[in-house]
Nanobody
Framework: RVQLVESGGGSVQAGGSLRLSCEVS?????KGWFRQVPGKEREGVAG???????????DSLEGRFTISQDTTKNTKNTVYLQMNSLQPEDTAVYYC????????????????WGQGTQVSVSS
């Protein structure tokens, strides 16, 4: 079973930066970050393949957001989301997620989810 524990959310002024962390245990084919604003569907932000480290992003966010991972621990690894030049429209609950299948990774169809962490950006 995959377990994910996020940390690092908070409040920041427009133009600022935040880094989210997610400690992941269990086998994963890929890991990623999603976000959700109340009343809107959850959207994929960025993903990373556990083996090889290839990354992919939502078109509108690449360049400001960077996903990375630390896989040096045997039983747990950590995935990060570095967010720069944050804007009020980036305000959302951010979720760490993982998939154990290549199809899930290709289609943002992740099976395992963290509890979410709030990111608030003020103007």
């Amino acid at each position: 079973r995959v377990q994910l524990v996020e940390s690092g959310g908070g409040s920041v002024q427009a133009g600022g930066s935040l880094r989210l962390s997610c400690e992941v245990s269990g086998y994963t084919y890929c890991k990623g970050w999603f976000r959700q604003v109340p009343g809107k569907e959850r959207e994929g932000v960025a993903g990373i393949y556990t083996f090889g480290g290839r990354t992919y992003y939502a078109d509108s966010l690449e360049g400001r957001f960077t996903i990375s991972q630390d896989t040096t621990k045997n039983t747990k690894n950590t995935v990060y989301l570095q967010m720069n030049s944050l804007q009020p429209e980036d305000t959302a609950v951010y979720y760490c997620a993982a998939s154990q299948s290549s199809a899930g990774c290709r289609n943002w169809g992740y099976e395992f989810w963290g509890q979410g962490t709030q990111v608030s950006v003020s103007s």
